[in-house]
């Protein structure tokens, strides 16, 4: 079946410091996200890219969807404490808006 | 504008107890996902709903589990009989149509002990 791999499985970083995080899959997707994840919370929707190549930013958070559309890269720059979550990416699987998920990105911010 | 709900919050029941749990998706959304969070085996998706018709349940781990969606706002999930492995966290999603992003829920934690 199609596999999503995300990496790395975690990050401890400390403030002020950049952060990079990708997603690989064996198949082609049309269509990127990425989601964060605070402790007790559900996932929330950080951007959402939907062409081959685009580049999209969301304040310290820029997304890009990769040139072979297998792949996708989240970065988070000048790393703060409120960035700790768990970042997940996703891609569908169906027409009908089935998406699957990566395993995620847990990402620790030290002062 | 309200996001998804989801009741409740939190559910600790014995091995064998039914579970019902809640949903009401986002006004106007016309998909509903049901998903399953563990530590092992990070999101997964138990089953989906589009114009409130199941439209992929595979995802449904065994047939103690089943979920319905009797109009557009609202949906159960239901474990009968709970057991300790169907502790984990339970979140609802729903988007406004079909293929486009998902928007969470809070989620269940649910404790079978």
């Known amino acids: 079946g199609q596999q999503l791999n995300q990496s790395p499985q975690s990050m401890f970083i400390q403030e002020g410091e950049d952060v990079s995080m990708n997603c690989t899959s064996s198949s082609i997707f049309n269509t990127w996200l990425w989601y964060k994840q605070d402790p007790g919370e559900g996932p929330v929707l950080l951007i959402a890219?939907?062409?081959?190549?685009e580049l999209t930013s969301n304040g310290r958070l820029t997304a890009q969807f990769g040139i072979t559309r297998k792949d996708s890269f989240l970065n988070i720059s000048a790393s703060i404490p409120s960035d700790v979550g768990i970042y997940f990416c996703a891609g569908p699987t169906d027409s009908w808006g089935k998406f699957q998920f990566g395993a995620g990105t847990q990402v620790v911010v030290t002062p | 504008d309200a996001g998804v709900i989801q009741s409740p919050r939190h559910e600790v029941t014995e091995m064998g107890q039914e579970v019902t749990l809640r949903c009401k998706p986002i006004?106007?959304?016309?998909?509903l996902f049901w998903y399953r969070q563990t530590m092992m085996r990070g999101l997964e998706l138990l089953i989906y709903?589009?114009?409130?018709?199941?439209?992929?349940d595979s995802g449904m781990p065994e047939d103690r589990f089943s979920a319905k969606m009797p109009n557009a706002s609202f949906s159960t999930l239901k474990i009968q009989p709970s057991e300790p492995r169907d502790s984990a966290v339970y979140f609802c999603a729903s988007s406004p149509w079909t293929g486009a992003v998902q928007y969470f829920g809070p989620g269940t934690r649910l404790t079978v002990t």
């Open positions: 006004s106007g959304h016309n998909s």
């Open positions: 709903f589009n114009n409130n018709v199941p439209i992929d």
């Open positions: 890219l939907y062409k081959a190549g």
